[in-house]
């Protein structure tokens, strides 16, 4: 049976794969690329910044560009535009270019990861969507996983690591466009007002943004600090494929264990714990010892990158049923704005203190977390286990499209609610 519901999208899977390989690899070699050229830890923040900043645009236009040119060209266009914004980063080595260029990046695979999204889930059925999906979010963390040890094929402060980027971005259009698949349809959610989801979760919404900010942080500024203290290129995609195979191997255990108890105590717990693998890196700085930083960075994989998902699905806790697909925009709207300041807040902090100010910073966000899950603990009654949605596992280059889908599926068995309410985003 799973081969059957797998054989007809292998081409799918493959280009998803690819394309998160090249997404993994691209941050990691900016980063050690902007130390190589001696760029400040601050200029190195806006690069990372400006991928950010580009996916939210790409996740509010992207859709209705499918809408009118139809999801073939579209994919082929911003994977097109991808290969060129990671070649001329190559050519011209400029902080401001190149933060145009990240910016165009993440507007690119915005565009990517939504037609293929979409693309997924209009082939799954009822029967094969949680599967299906599961089997996604599995391929996307070993893939940027295997991403990490790409760095080790070629010197970064040359120009194969980025034609080798680009190369695999045009590889995943092959099998993509020779899918003979009726195309898919995308439905642009109706938006919720971002207030109202403040107020509807508090824990949630924190969760939520604070979950952008650490990623973002640790993923955008990561290498550099790796290449900073001294490792070599070995060791940094080590050191960083350590995190997401932690995140890979613990998100589904913390998820189910949040199903079986107030999902509030599970993100206590879970923050106060990455707050504590955050300041294992530092520790194992002073002790001279990459082993115990290795180990640091799987535990913050393990328990900092699950946060979004635990955050999300309390947020959805808290909707009605009819709400969830809206809701899923504004939160992916808030974990990306979260994602843009992260690193260049932490960079400033790099820059000002040391370079160890990077994990401060991350422990200190997981206990901000953990304080505001005891606040509503007190101050609000524990909801009926019974009541809780499902919790969603959701990888890091997720798109709005599979996690509106997913969240909406987890909730397809709680009965509607029949009064009905306009929403709208207003930032």
């Known amino acids: ?215 973002g942080s640790l993923l955008g500024l990561g290498a550099l600090y790796a290449k900073s203290i001294g490792m070599n290129i070995a060791e940094i995609s080590l050191f960083i494929g350590a995190s997401y195979v932690g995140g890979m191997l613990l998100q589904w255990p913390i998820g189910k264990l949040s199903d079986r108890q107030d999902r509030r105590v599970t993100i206590l717990w879970v923050s106060i714990v990455g707050a504590l693998s955050a300041l294992i890196i530092p520790l194992g700085y002073n002790l001279d010892s990459q082993v115990v930083m290795m180990a640091g960075m799987f535990s913050v994989g393990a328990f900092v990158f699950p946060m979004y998902s635990l955050a999300s699905s309390h947020m959805n806790d808290q909707l009605r049923p009819e709400q969830i697909l809206s809701a899923s925009s504004g939160m992916i709207l808030l974990n990306g704005v979260g994602g843009m300041m992260g690193p260049l807040a932490a960079a400033s902090l790099m820059d000002l203190i040391q370079i160890n100010a990077l994990f401060w910073f991350v422990a200190a966000l997981n206990m901000l977390v953990a304080l505001v899950a005891i606040y509503r603990i007190h101050y609000q009654p524990a909801m009926i286990i019974e009541d809780q949605g499902d919790q969603i596992p959701v990888a890091l280059t997720v798109s709005s499209v599979a996690t509106a889908e997913m969240l909406v599926e987890a909730d397809s068995s709680i009965t509607p609610v029949e009064e009905s309410h306009e929403v709208e985003i207003k930032l």
């Open 1 to 215: 049976m799973l081969k059957q519901t797998l054989f007809p999208i292998w081409g799918l899977l493959f280009g998803i794969a690819i394309l998160t390989m090249a997404s993994a690899l691209q941050s990691s070699l900016i980063g050690i690329r902007a130390s190589i050229e001696s760029f400040n830890t601050t200029a190195t923040g806006l690069i990372m910044s400006a991928y950010y900043l580009g996916f939210i645009i790409g996740s509010l236009l992207v859709p209705n560009w499918v809408k009118n040119v139809g999801h073939i060209r579209v994919f082929a266009a911003v994977a097109s535009l991808a290969s060129i914004t990671i070649l001329m980063q190559s050519a011209i080595i400029n902080p401001w270019f190149w933060m145009l260029m990240r910016m165009g990046t993440g507007l690119c695979y915005a565009g990517l990861f939504i037609v293929t999204e979409s693309w997924l889930n209009d082939i799954a059925t009822n029967k094969t969507r949680g599967r299906l999906f599961s089997i996604y979010i599995i391929e996307i963390w070993a893939s940027q996983t295997l991403g990490q040890f790409l760095l080790n094929l070629s010197p970064p402060d040359g120009y194969d690591l980025f034609i080798l980027t680009s190369v695999l971005i045009s590889l995943a259009l092959v099998p993509l466009l020779l899918i003979r698949t009726p195309s898919p349809t995308i439905n642009v959610p109706e938006k919720i007002n971002i207030i109202s989801l403040m107020k509807t979760a508090p824990l949630g919404f924190t969760g939520v943004t604070i979950a952008g900010v650490t990623s």
